[in-house]
């Protein structure tokens, strides 16, 4: 069973950046697609970032590119996300989540088989 943890959130004002980490227990995710969610409150969630371990390929929001970025310490096994400029609508709750083979922007939520229990960011004006 892999495990993921993430930290990093927390309240700044527009502009500022944030970076987020997502800690996974199970070294094996080496070889997996892992990414980054986020759901504002009455909204569904959506697609941030997301990461192929293998050859490390990236793929990013429209929102976003840009102002973030996402990367891996394969030694830590460990995700980030550095949230650079950060606006208002960037409020809501982080997600990370992990899945075999390769992550991209179609694939769907139900395409991932691990998740995190989420971060809070919250962006003031």
């Known amino acids: 069973q892999v495990q993921l943890v993430e930290s990093g959130g927390g309240l700044v004002q527009a502009g500022d950046s944030l970076s987020l980490s997502c800690a996974a227990s199970?070294?094996?995710?080496?070889?997996?697609?892992m990414g980054w969610f986020r759901q504002a409150p009455g909204k569904e969630r959506e697609f941030v970032a997301a990461?192929?371990?293998?050859?490390?390929?990236?793929h990013y929001a429209a929102s976003v590119k840009g102002r973030f970025t996402i990367s891996r310490d394969y030694a830590k096994n460990t995700l980030y996300l550095q949230m650079n400029g950060l606006k208002p609508e960037d409020t809501a709750v982080y997600f990370c989540?992990?899945?075999?083979?390769?992550?991209?922007?179609?694939?769907?939520?139900?395409?991932?088989?691990?998740w995190g229990q989420g971060t809070q960011v919250t962006v003031s004006s």
């Open positions: 199970e070294r094996g995710f080496r070889r997996s697609g």
């Open positions: 990461l192929s371990w293998v050859d490390g390929t990236r």
């Open positions: 989540a992990a899945k075999s083979g390769f992550a991209s922007p179609d694939t769907p939520l139900s395409g991932y088989d691990y």
